[in-house]
T-cell receptor, first 109, second 114 residues
Framework: RKEVEQDPGPFNVPEGATVAFNCTYS??????FFWYRQDCRKEPKLLMS???SGNEDGRFTAQLNRASQYISLLIRDSKLSDSATYLC??????????FGAGTQVVVTP | DTEVTQTPKHLVMGMTNKKSLKCEQH?????MYWYKQKAKKPPELMFV???????INESVPSRFSPECPNSSLLNLHLHALQPEDSALYLC?????????????FGSGTQLSVL
C-alpha cells in the first residue's frame, strides 16, 4: 500500500461547479498535511496547510479526518484557472515529506 | 513569484558532460532540498541540507553530487548522467526543521540527457 494515495482523475468539472477529492495516508502518526497545486511543467505551489480539523481559504476548503486517515480538498465555484494537478503532501517527520501522485482537475467552459 | 531561484531553467547535456544546477534563496531558510520529478509522477526527494550540512541522502547515485556553499545557496553537480536521469529537478527550502514546515519550491530545471 502506498503511503499517500490519491485518485489520479482527471476530474472534469464545469466552470462554476464544485469538486471535491480525497487523499488517504497510511501513517497514523502524521502531524501535518498540505495541498499543493502544480501546473504542467511548473513547480508545486502551496495551496493550503492543514494542521487541525480543517482550513478554509476563499473557494478552497480542506478537511482532515484523523480517524479515517484522509484529507479532502473542496473547490467551490470552479474557475478555468483552477485546472491543475493537486498534490497531497503528508509530513510524518521532518525532511521526509510524502507526496501523493496528484489528482488532475480540468475545469471546462 | 517564487522566492527560490533556480538556474538554468532548461539544460541539455550529453552523457559525458559535467554540469551544475544552482539554487538560491534569501528568505533566511535553514533547510534546503533537491527533488527529482518525472512527468506525471510526484517529486522524489534526493537530498536535504539542514543548517548547511547534508542530513538526508536518499540513496542517490554518485553521479549526482550536492553542495551547500552557504545557507542561501545549494548546488547539484552532474557528471556522467544517463538518459533516464532526464527529469524536472526542483530545489526547495523551508524555514527550519520542524515537522510542520512548508516547502517553497523553485521553478525547476528541466534536464534532458542525450
Amino acid at each position: 500500500r502506498k503511503e499517500v494515495e490519491q485518485d489520479p482523475g482527471p476530474f472534469n468539472v464545469p466552470e462554476g461547479a464544485t469538486v471535491a477529492f480525497n487523499c488517504t495516508y497510511s501513517n497514523s502518526a502524521s502531524q501535518s498535511f498540505f495541498w499543493y497545486r502544480q501546473d504542467c511543467r511548473k513547480e508545486p505551489k502551496l495551496l493550503m496547510s492543514v494542521y487541525s480539523s480543517g482550513n478554509e481559504d476563499g473557494r478552497f476548503t480542506a478537511q482532515l479526518n484523523r480517524a479515517s486517515q484522509y484529507i479532502s480538498l473542496l473547490i467551490r465555484d470552479s474557475k478555468l484557472s483552477d485546472s491543475a494537478t493537486y498534490l497531497c503532501v503528508v509530513n510524518p517527520s521532518w525532511g521526509k515529506l510524502q507526496f501523493g501522485a496528484g489528482t488532475q482537475v480540468v475545469v471546462t467552459p | 513569484d517564487t522566492e527560490v531561484t533556480q538556474t538554468p531553467k532548461h539544460l541539455v547535456m550529453g552523457m559525458t558532460n559535467k554540469k551544475s544546477l544552482k539554487c538560491e534563496q534569501h528568505m533566511g531558510h535553514r533547510a534546503m532540498y533537491w527533488y527529482k520529478q518525472k512527468a506525471k509522477k510526484p517529486p522524489e526527494l534526493m537530498f536535504v541540507y539542514s543548517y548547511e550540512k547534508l542530513s538526508i541522502n536518499e540513496s542517490v547515485p554518485s553521479r549526482f553530487s550536492p553542495e551547500c556553499p552557504n545557507s542561501s545557496l545549494l548546488n547539484l553537480h552532474l557528471h556522467a548522467l544517463q538518459p533516464e536521469d532526464s527529469a524536472l529537478y526542483l530545489c526547495a527550502s523551508s524555514q527550519g526543521d520542524a515537522a510542520n514546515e512548508k516547502l517553497f519550491f523553485g521553478s525547476g530545471t528541466q534536464l534532458s540527457v542525450l
